[in-house]
């Protein structure tokens, strides 16, 4: 018995040790006088978090949003501990965590990108799965110059990664065991540990490959189009377009007034209208 | 009068002790109880998943219930093993051209330079090993520029301030006697260096290699900027490379479960690598 709350003790300490900041400024909506919601969770869900908050503290200006990073399980588990009021996650919720009452607030499609004079414009499926998995090695191969690819990956545990796997290393005849069918990743790919780093990756070397949050593609490189599809907004939304994830909020049981009022904002034609501003697909 | 103030005095001194010694400790038990934390966190996996499986296997799918970290143990390793070879060579040199060829005025300049760039922080020099060391080896050498070869080049700088402050000490403390009588011989300067004071500093000089060593072992930051961080046994100098500190890096962000688990037991090993490091450096320097 104590050594389980040792455990847990231990497991709180680690989430504090993670993100240093993470804890700390906890201002909970819960207690009196302070009118104050903590967020933390995915960090592909941070920024548009942050967009949100801004624009509800600014319609608001009492009440204090504060949004943190951690990662969408960091972020799990902090709203199950009751430690911040609302969670992130840009994957969906494992059985054991099914006790959460999930809101998606908007679509995230996640784009194959290449350098911006690759003369490459589209895979299919299959292609994408053969040159992630280090099977196709030149761009040769697919119509390109003659150069071998340099593959970059996200990092373990990453869900922009998780829900890459999911869509294109796994062959999706065997939805059943999706996560166990996915083919691993070429064991030389590189491995970064945020879209902004595959991007800076894609973006100078003219030989690489990589996937980011469809919201984050700028000028400098260029988003496939898979199976012929672009990722257009429609596409994403319609779902025709092949990889594509939902971003959440979660809470755990009854939530203040000032958490549900800021997930409405959320869900709000002004709020969903922000997000779509920063390059993500509305959810309604 | 004076036996009061005598004892008030003595008071003054124990408490001042006392609390120098409550002090020392302090930063004594800090370090236990992380290396306490993380056995605790780490052995269930340990146990679990085996010691030998996981030191010793290539696959690292934590997700997927595949623990082996051989990649990054031999990672770390080579990128440590090189980056102090590159540190060694051009610390020592530049110590004992500081310590027995410089001028004083010339010392007075270059001693707080190197100095500063121990001062650096790491992910500046990570920042320039991705701006201009990795393009500059994509370009001029081929493959993905993120590679075993940026990444030890730069530890090799970072390692630099470590070897030439203590090595340039350990000649420094060599008996300029000693020195004196090599000359008294008829040995020329350079043959005193390398025949008497470098024999002589040999010790502190291992040690300062070592400590260097400690320092590129544990580097982070720097390491996941320009290593590519890549899951294969690193083959050839321009291949990417994950080490064991960027392994816990890049990953604990999202780790939950026994993939924390597994990151905590890479911080065991780490642990277990630097206090083998550092007792070697603690038994070298004593010897003389």
């Known amino acids: 018995m104590s050594l389980e709350l040792g455990r847990r003790a231990a497991k709180v300490l680690v989430l504090l040790s ?16 302070s009118q104050g919601i903590t967020i933390a969770g995915s960090t592909s869900v941070q920024p548009f978090a942050e967009r949100l908050a801004e624009l509800y503290m600014h319609a608001h200006p009492g009440i204090r949003v504060n949004v943190q990073g951690g990662g969408s399980s960091a972020g799990i588990m902090a709203v199950r501990n009751h430690v911040c009021d609302v969670g992130m996650s840009s994957r969906e ?17 996640i784009v194959i990108i290449v350098h911006i004079s690759n003369p490459v414009h589209n895979l299919t499926v299959g292609q994408a799965r053969s040159v992630f998995a280090g099977r196709i090695r030149n761009w040769q191969e697919l ?20 829900s890459f796997e999911e869509h294109v290393m796994a062959d999706n005849a065997q939805l059943e065991s999706q996560r166990h069918s996915a083919e691993p990743f070429a064991a030389d790919a590189l491995v970064q540990d945020s879209n902004g780093a595959v991007r800076e990756i894609v973006a100078a070397d003219e030989a690489a490959i990589g996937y980011i949050s469809a919201g984050l593609v700028d000028d400098r490189v260029r988003a496939l ?11 994403i939304r319609n779902g025709t377009y092949p990889i594509s994830r939902r971003f959440l909020f979660l809470t755990a049981g009854a939530i203040c007034t000032e958490a549900k009022d800021f997930i409405d904002f959320a869900l709000s034609d002004s709020g969903q209208q922000a997000l ?9 | 009068m ?34 306490v934390f993380i056995f605790w966190e780490g052995t269930p996996l340990l146990i679990k998943t085996g010691v030998w499986q996981f030191v010793a296997s290539n696959r690292w799918e934590p997700t997927r219930g595949h623990y082996g970290i051989l990649p990054m143990i031999v990672g770390s390793l080579e990128v440590t093993f090189i980056a102090v070879l590159v540190g060694a060579i051009f610390g020592l040199a530049c110590a004992i051209f500081l310590a027995e060829f410089a001028p004083y005025w010339c010392v007075r300049i270059i001693k707080p330079l190197i100095e500063l760039l121990a001062g650096i922080p790491s992910v500046v020099y990570g920042f320039m090993g991705v701006v201009v060391l990795v393009p500059l080896i994509r370009r001029a050498l081929g493959g993905p ?45 350079w043959q005193t260096v390398y025949r008497v004071v470098l024999p002589s500093a040999r010790s502190g000089i291992v040690a300062a290699f070592i ?14 900027m320009v290593a590519g961080n890549a899951l294969t046994l690193p083959t050839s100098l321009l291949q990417p490379v994950r080490t064991l500190t960027s392994n816990i890096a890049l990953e604990m962000g999202y780790a939950a479960g026994d993939h924390q688990a597994a990151l905590f037991a890479t911080g065991m090993v780490l642990f277990v690598i630097i206090a083998i490091l550092n007792t070697l450096a603690l038994l070298l320097a004593r010897r003389r």
């Open chain 1, 276 to 284: 779509a501003d920063e390059g993500l697909t509305r959810v309604r």
């Open chain 1, 18 to 33: 993670y993100a240093t900041a993470f804890l700390l400024p906890c201002a909970h909506c819960r207690k009196n006088g």
């Open chain 1, 225 to 235: 189009s898979l199976n012929g599809i672009p990722a257009s907004e429609e596409n």
């Open chain 2, 145 to 189: 520029g993120f590679s075993v070869l940026a990444a030890s080049t730069i530890l090799g700088l970072m390692v630099l301030p470590t070897i030439i402050a203590i090595s340039l000490d350990a000649i420094r403390s060599v008996p300029s006697s000693y020195r004196e009588g090599s000359l008294a011989l008829g040995a020329t300067r």
């Open chain 2, 211 to 224: 400590l260097g060593m400690g320092r590129a072992v544990g580097e982070t930051m720097a390491v996941i």
């Open chain 2, 2 to 35: 004076t036996y009061r103030h005598k004892r008030l005095g003595l008071i003054v001194e124990k408490s001042v002790q006392t609390t120098l010694l409550l002090i020392a400790f302090a930063a004594v038990v800090v370090i236990f109880l992380i290396a």
């Open chain 1, 93 to 109: 919720l494992h059985k054991d965590e099914s006790a959460l009452t999930s809101i998606p607030i908007a679509y995230d499609a």
């Open chain 1, 143 to 162: 119509g390109g110059p003659n150069l071998k690819i340099t593959v970059v990956t996200r990092e373990e545990g990453s869900g922009t990664r998780a």
